[in-house]
Structure formats: structure tokens, C-alpha cells
Nanobody, 115 residues
Framework: VQLQASGGGLAQAGGSLALSCAAS????????MGWYRQAPGKERELVAR?????????GDFVKDRFTISRSRDDAKTTVYPQMSSLNPEDTAVYYC????????WGQGTLVTVSS
């Protein structure tokens, strides 16, 4: 599985930001996909993940601020987290993630929320 992530950058507090991540390769149809994040000095934590069947888990901190959706075509599966009501505590490096038999990680993308 290959992961191609996009999005991230700078947002104002209270604003919104979108990410996306596409999985391609041999198991792209059956992988659970999502995003994790890691803030300085903290452990990596779940942001949101979605299974091929559409079951969604959100991190405890999300509190209805984020949504995630999933689409698939013949070549890739893409997940789209939409983050809203951002606050400075959401500043972190966000990592795309997929799991088939093993876990796959994309390159992180920095999200900075200014107050």
C-alpha cells in the first residue's frame, strides 16, 4: 500500500482545514484508513479512522468538530478528514495511516492553528 497525503498548513482558531490521503497498491480496497497526530512532547493519538464498511472512530478530543469520509475508484481509496472549530491545541504533525495485514504510515503534514 502506498499513501499519498495532502492538505494541512496554517489555520486560524475557530477555522477549518481539510486533509486527504489516498491509498493505492495491492490492498487499497480493503484497508482501514485514517489519520493520527502527534504534538510536540506528546504521544501519537488517533484523529479519525474509517473501515471499508464505513465504521468510524474518532479521537476523544474531537468532540464532534471533525468528520471523515471515504471514497474509492478503480485505482485508489481516499479518505477526507474535515476539521472545523480548530484551536491551538490542534497544532500537531498529522499522519495518514492505513491498515491491512500491517500498518502503513504516510509522511506527516504539519497543521498549525494560530490564536
Amino acid at each position: 500500500v502506498q499513501l499519498q497525503a495532502s492538505g494541512g498548513g496554517l489555520a486560524q482558531a475557530g477555522g477549518s482545514l481539510a486533509l486527504s490521503c489516498a491509498a493505492s497498491g495491492r490492498m487499497f480496497k480493503v484497508v482501514t484508513m485514517g489519520w493520527y497526530r502527534q504534538a510536540p512532547g506528546k504521544e501519537r493519538e488517533l484523529v479519525a479512522r474509517i473501515t471499508p464498511g464505513g465504521t468510524i472512530d474518532y479521537g476523544d478530543f474531537v468532540k464532534d468538530r471533525f468528520t471523515i469520509s471515504r471514497s474509492r475508484d478503480d485505482a485508489k481509496t481516499t479518505v477526507y478528514p474535515q476539521m472545523s472549530s480548530l484551536n491551538p491545541e490542534d497544532t500537531a504533525v498529522y499522519y495518514c495511516w492505513a491498515r491491512g495485514y500491517v500498518s502503513y504510515w504516510g509522511q506527516g503534514t504539519l497543521v498549525t492553528v494560530s490564536s
